[in-house]
């Protein structure tokens, strides 16, 4: 079975994509500058980056030749 790194990538994008929703649910929003937004504030930071970390095409080497189709 030939595994696909784009639909891995995807899948593991979707889930820190609801990671990141988890954690923009635990920020309470009455008081944003709360010391108890840290953790969720950190969480949401975190999920963003891996997500837009994941979306950033991988550069190809030199040597490396793409195949033809």
Wanted: net charge positive; aromatic share 14%; charged share 20%.
């Amino acid at each position: 079975m030939k595994r696909n790194p784009k639909k891995i990538k995807n899948i593991i994008t979707l889930l820190f994509v609801a990671f990141l929703v988890f954690w923009l649910f635990q920020i309470n929003w009455d008081n944003l500058f709360n010391k108890d937004n840290s953790g969720a504030f950190l969480g949401v930071f975190i999920g963003i980056m891996i997500v837009v970390s994941l979306q950033i095409p991988n550069k190809q080497s030199e040597d490396e030749v793409p195949e033809k189709h």
